[in-house]
Nanobody, 124 residues
């Protein structure tokens, strides 16, 4: 059974850091790109970051570039999102997802599997 489980969310002060993890029970995890999306209350879900199957190529939303870093450990079937210099506008539920192909993807429809999300709250 395919399952993605996010962890690491919580409450942090503005300027602080959090590291999200995504444990994936996807058989072909190492051959697929993975990504992180987020959804703030009352907003559409939006792309945050994506990384290729090898962990060598990543792409980011402009709003997080230079502050967030996506990575993965294929030996552990786990992905990560390191979030630094957090801002109140980063507060959202963060979702990890596994894509259909191996290259970084920015559109939701290009992802086959989704986690249930982990909540990040940033206090000002």
């Amino acid at each position: 059974q395919v399952q993605l489980v996010e962890s690491g969310g919580g409450l942090v002060q503005a300027g602080g850091s959090l590291r999200l993890s995504c444990a994936a029970s996807v058989r072909s995890f190492s051959s697929r790109a993975m990504g992180w999306f987020r959804q703030a209350p009352g907003e559409e879900r939006e792309f945050v970051a994506s990384i290729d199957r090898y962990g060598g190529v990543a792409t980011y939303a402009d709003s997080v570039k230079g502050r967030f870093t996506i990575s993965r450990d294929n030996a552990k079937n786990t992905g990560y999102l390191q979030m630094n210099s957090l801002k109140p506008e980063d507060a959202a539920v963060y979702y990890c997802a596994v894509a259909r192909v191996g290259d970084p993807r920015i559109n939701e429809y290009e992802y086959d599997y989704w986690g249930q999300g982990t909540k990040v709250t940033v206090s000002s």
